[in-house]
């Protein structure tokens, strides 16, 4: 009579402990199965990342191609027109699902059509551009809805002294600083000029002669030249033109002051 | 007495049910081929739009395609997948015709399981065009 109450006190104990086990056992099995199956959204969604992060990337190249075309000369329609195109393309993709991407140019001042062109005679000149996106993405694996805006903006900063030589004869130093998207960035090439009497009403620029130019690798080039201007006593003004690495230009024009 | 014996019962009942949903749960471990085949498409697809995005992101892939380069761009591709990746990388312009005269590919391919990965370039040069790259990736079994 004693064991078999003993006996029954121990299956209790064991059922306790096995029930126990058990429940561990299906929370580490749960716990397995949910990590798995987060494990393998993160993959069917990695595809669909790398597809976003392309069409921004689509659409930050055809604002640089839009403004590096205006900046020399083009219409500013034209960053309409290509943005049209590469909708246009993308919206006849369909990888993942129904994609359609959706632009705005800025028209807020300063910008015009979306773009900005200051080239100014106080040392900064500026060549912008700039468009909001909207990028609606249908698909099986999500539904993405994205704003995102591109702003391409490269500036030149002018900066120069002078001091009197013999006769109509000026030391010149200009510091050219060249920015991208308020960055330092490197120019592709720098051309200096400088007018012949000051005098702005009658322009006449006359191409700096192989200048001593330093590159300081950080955006930042100085550059040092002789200039005669009519008479000595004509204000300096010089000009700076500039195409960055993305062939942006733009153009600034400063008055060196004595020394 | 009757009742001591019901209740032993009920508890085999029990542990019958832990039982079983364990061995279910177990089932739900295994892995489909389908998700493996996914997982092993979605991996490659990933591996070539990084490729092509990281070369797009400062213009060269689209400068390249500008001047013909396809031996640097074939390099280029070459030097950024790994060895046991084959690849085959297709030029069209907008009207889908095909830019590159010659095969931009580092031989034949590996396996009959080709991913392919179709990239929108937009060029950042003043002289505007959009092409569609094509980059088929297959890995050796």
Redesign the interface.
């Known amino acids: 009579m004693e064991r078999k109450r003993l006996n029954r006190k121990n299956s209790g104990q064991t059922l306790i402990i096995t029930s126990l086990v058990v429940a561990l056992l299906l929370l580490s099995v749960v716990y397995y199965i949910f990590e798995v199956e987060r494990k393998s959204v993160i993959q069917t969604t990695t595809p669909l990342n790398s597809y976003v992060l392309a069409i921004k990337l689509g659409s930050r190249n055809t604002v640089i191609s839009a403004l590096a075309n205006v900046s020399n000369g083009g219409e500013n329609e034209i960053l309409t027109a290509n943005l049209d195109r590469l909708s246009s393309i993308i919206g006849n993709q369909s990888h993942f699902g129904k994609c359609n991407l959706l632009f705005t140019p800025l028209n807020s001042s300063p910008y015009q059509s979306g773009i900005w062109i200051s080239w100014d005679s106080n040392g900064l000149g500026v060549s912008s551009a700039y468009a909001n996106f909207s990028l609606d993405f249908t698909g099986m694996q999500a539904d993405v809805q994205l704003e995102y805006d591109v702003n391409i903006t490269t500036t030149l900063n002018v900066e120069g002294v002078y001091s009197k030589l013999e006769d109509v004869k000026k030391q010149v130093n200009v510091t050219c600083r060249v920015f991208n998207e308020g960055e330092p960035a490197l120019a592709k090439n720098i051309t200096l000029f400088y007018e012949s009497d000051g005098d702005l009403s009658i322009q006449e620029w006359i191409p700096v002669d192989s200048p001593s130019i330093t590159d300081y690798g950080n955006g930042t080039y100085f550059i040092s030249f002789i200039a005669e201007t009519k008479t000595s006593n004509d204000p300096m003004l010089v000009s700076a033109r500039v195409h960055d690495l993305r062939d942006i230009f733009v153009q600034a024009n400063a008055t060196c002051t004595e020394t | 007495m009757r009742f001591l014996k019901n209740r032993k019962g009920q508890?085999r009942i029990l542990?019958a049910f832990?039982a079983s949903?364990?061995i279910l749960?177990?089932l739900?471990?295994v892995?489909s081929p389908v998700?493996v085949e996914?997982?092993h498409f979605?991996?490659l697809?990933?591996v070539g739009?990084?490729v092509?995005?990281t070369l797009?992101?400062n213009?060269t892939l689209?400068r390249l395609i500008e001047n013909n380069n396809w031996t640097v761009l074939r390099n280029c591709v070459q030097s950024m997948l790994p060895v046991s990746l084959w690849f085959n990388l297709t030029v069209f312009n907008?009207n889908m015709t095909c830019l590159n005269d010659v095969p931009v590919s580092n031989g034949s391919p590996v396996s009959d399981e080709i991913a392919a990965v179709?990239?929108?370039?937009?060029?950042?040069?003043?002289?505007?065009a959009?092409y569609?790259v094509r980059l088929q990736l297959a890995t050796a079994k």
């Open positions: 508890v542990e832990f949903i364990l749960s177990s739900a471990l892995p998700s996914k997982s979605n991996t697809y990933s739009t990084q092509l995005t797009d992101s213009g689209s907008e179709e990239y929108v370039c937009a060029s950042s040069s003043g002289n505007y959009v569609i």
